[in-house]
């Protein structure tokens, strides 16, 4: 499987990006059965998942981007989107998607993932 994100760039606090992540190659079967999800990792720091979402639309999300972003799904494209608005700088990062089971293992190997930068 091949994770190809997009989407990213640099934008000025208080503005807005969508990312999106394709899933190529991958088995439909394994992308519906498991939860998708965007992670970050921001300069020096660890990856953490930002937000995910169930086959079903069932979203989570880390309280840093309660109601600033917006995860979302297209199963027949394999795709996953991530609505970011009222960016700020703390969200500087490079983020990624995976496929991952609820105990929080990932299911492929990460991708290139799409650089995020937010200026003050």
């Known amino acids: 499987v091949q994770l190809q994100a997009s989407g990213g760039g640099l934008v000025q606090a208080g503005g807005s990006l969508r990312l999106s992540c394709v899933a190529r190659?991958?088995?439909?079967?394994?992308?519906?059965?498991?939860?998708m999800g965007w992670y970050r990792q921001a300069p020096g720091k660890g990856r953490d998942l930002v937000a995910g979402?169930?086959?079903?639309?069932?979203?989570n999300y880390a309280d840093s981007v309660i109601g600033r972003f917006t995860i979302s799904r297209d199963n027949a494209r394999k795709t996953v989107y991530l609505q970011m608005n009222n960016l700020k700088p703390e969200d500087t990062a490079v983020y990624y998607c995976?496929?991952?089971?609820?105990?929080?293992?990932?299911?492929?190997?990460w991708g290139q993932g799409t650089k995020v930068t937010v200026s003050s």
């Open positions: 979402i169930t086959s079903r639309g069932i979203t």
């Open positions: 995976n496929n991952y089971s609820p105990d929080g293992t990932t299911a492929w190997n």
């Open positions: 190659r991958s088995i439909t079967s394994t992308f519906n059965s498991n939860l």
